[in-house]
């Protein structure tokens, strides 16, 4: 298999970079080296910069039905191309294929819901703000905006933004991650097919350097990132000290609350996928999940029980391909030993260890990232498995007299991205959503992850940014306010 080299995609033209160096992109599954990544430099970055904002002076005045166009024809293009682009994803990322096909479908809907930007960008009138004057509220476009992309969603978290960009008139760049390039990459090439003006949307790659070079620039208005709390932390302080809008999606621990009336024959199996779905990294991911009263040792011998039903093997298998129940590896090397090493230290805390998932052996994929599902019961909240997002195929269970103590548990969490009770009773599911302490809540729903049209975010330490990503809600942070106060005179 020939191995890829990434080029960059600046002014509508694919360019060679002009990098110091590349680094190895890995099939997590096998740890074949599929292509090479360009460490693009700060000053090539700045001419992706530069694009951008000549671009921005026309784009930014061209009618907003116009501007939707391309926005139609990609969404038709990425669909025809569904397995093709589902299978690049599955190669560098690992996820399986199901997972992967979903992550498109949630490409498509946030293209749907930028295509009416005609009616979402909208600004205000009130005729009679005070006498014989009248109000309004423009809603226009800043200029050039970036993100910084993870490496678990390449495809689905870099569409959180770019239509919503595009659509309201704003330019954009995509630094996309370094450990999976293609997926965008290959993205982009349709973007090229769409009719956007050279310069509308630029993708550069490369490691930190980018990702400072978009932070330090002046021209660029505004950051998106989704990556750890700490790396959030620091892109927040340095937007907020610019004066550049920022959206910093961070770290998570999402929490499954299991009441007694829960009905456990129908909710496994969705906890489950929840918990080992991609293998566990995703920000909603469910890795800790507490038991209410006696339902406790029913649902740890039940979810361990289910838990060894899940197939780990290498996504791109084609005899387990379509199987509902696979999980393939994590991301990298660096990756399995930190989660390696947080199982030890839930041994060494003194949980117990109820399905150890070390060790697996995937056949023909000895060089692959594979961890096994992995189970730690008498858990107590406070130990480090409980407050550390592992990121990873492994779940801790806790036991919680009362639903007051449940809530408690996730409300002295430092994240709150999301939470989710399984009842039937209504008082409780009605309590739960209004007390527990995280940005999307779900009931009876193991993944809470909000469709495109409603916002996606986190509280606390989940989250630095006051507007969160896709939706209605973030027209707001695409856009400037201008607030004009009019009246005219009668000419005598």
Known sequence: MAIEKIKNYVNGKWVEPENTGYIDVENPSTGEIIAKVPLSTTAETNRAIDAAEAAYKTWSRTPVARRVRPLFKLNELLRDNEDRLARVLVAEMGKSLTDAKAEFKRIYENIEVACGMPVLQQGDVIIGSSFDMDGEVLRLPMGPFAMIAPYNFPGMVPFWFIPYALATGNTFLVKASKQVPMTMMEITKYIDECGFPPGVFNLVNGDKAVAEAFMDSPKIKGISIVGSTGTCRIVAQKCAASNKRFQAMGSAKNHLVVMP?????????????SCYGCAGQRCMASSAIIGVGNTYEVLCRKFVEDSKKVIVANPLNEKYIDEPMLMGP????????????????????????????????????????????TVFTDVKPGMKIQQTEIF????????????????????????????SIYTQNGYWARKFKLEAEAGMIGINVGIPAPV??????????????????????IINFYTEDKVITSRFFEEK
Request: proline share 4%; glycine share 12%; aromatic share 6%.
């Open 330 to 373: 994590v991301i990298s090397k660096k990756a399995k030993d930190f989660i390696l090493s947080l199982i030890e230290t839930g041994i060494s805390e003194g949980a117990t260890l109820a399905l150890d998932g070390r060790n697996i052996e995937v056949p023909g994929c000895k060089n692959g990232y594979f961890i096994g599902p």
């Open 261 to 273: 009336d829960a009905r456990l024959d129908m909710v496994i199996r969705n906890m489950t996928t």
């Open 452 to 473: 495109a049209y409603l916002p996606f975010g986190g509280m606390k330490e989940s989250q630095y940014a006051d507007i969160k990503a896709q939706g209605k809600a």
């Open 392 to 419: 990873g195929p492994v779940v801790v269970i806790m036991k919680a007299d009362t639903l007051n103590e449940a809530i408690e548990i996730i409300n002295s969490h430092q994240y709150g991205n999301g939470a």
